[in-house]
DNA sequence: CAATGATATATAGATAATCTATATATAAGA
DNA sequence: TCTTATATATAGATTATCTATATATCATTG
């Protein structure tokens, strides 16, 4: 059975570039900060953020640094010029998609038959 | 390089399940439709629709058969009453999903520091 | 009439994104 | 000391979608 439990279903880079976009952060607060933002719909996992930072480091989109806090030493991670490119982009995208969503949602459930919909009725029956 | 064009990224089988919810079709037909509907957005392929349409059928949210059209045996589907469940679900994660997004995205992107955001500042320098 | 492109369905294999599992290490708390 | 939380990392599995390929009919066009 597909467990249909979290699925960032491929905007999670979007999601990271935007959390950076507003200040750097280390890998395990960004999945702190998405998890408390999104109200425990997203829970990404380390084994997904890290390879994708290291990806976007190698892609020029973030930098990253250590600095010790706390005693610790943790590896921060800073948003460049190329990196907001990106994220203003996949933010377009992301509505592109979204608006697409709707319109297919949309469809023909209002309580009149027009617009994009030519036929009339049609909703109702079920087998199963 | 990653083309990023043409993800449908998970909600295939839920913009399916709503095209079957207003009539039934068949297989060619949805592909179209969701072109029409999305303004070219969404180009579903007839090698992820077809198998995706065989699984739906197997877990009973759909049942097909076939009627000649135009001299041509076309194979149309028809949604059933387990069907309308799992496109009620979807929908409902969809708006889940969606909303949690736009938390993120929100995130201190207004002109003001508060809600959800403690900290002032933050965005403008880039690297790069 | 033959070639081409659109319609229509189908399967196999490749690719990409995410997950699970595992490993390592430090700090905090019981 | 043992357990849990913090923190980073990699390997391998899973899933969704894509590309490529196959087949067949119909319409168009040269």
């Known amino acids: 059975m597909a ?12 999601l990271l570039l935007q959390l950076l976009s507003e200040k750097d952060m280390y890998g395990y607060e960004m999945i702190e900060t998405l998890q408390q ?18 990806g976007m480091e190698a892609r020029n989109q973030l930098i990253s640094y250590e600095k010790e806090a706390g005693g610790k030493v943790r590896r921060y991670y800073r948003i460049t010029t190329e990196g907001r490119k990106e994220l203003k982009q996949k933010k377009k995208e992301w509505e ?3 608006e697409a969503v709707a319109q297919v949602i949309a469809g023909c459930d209002m309580g009149y038959a027009g617009g994009i919909c030519s036929w009339i009725g049609g909703v109702g029956y079920g087998i199963g």
């Open 37 to 54: 933002r999104s109200n425990d719909v997203f829970e990404l996992k380390a084994g997904t953020l890290y390879p994708l930072l290291h």
């Open 3 to 14: 467990s249909d439990k979290n699925q960032l279903s491929g905007n999670t880079a979007m």
């Open 96 to 98: 592109i998609y979204r």
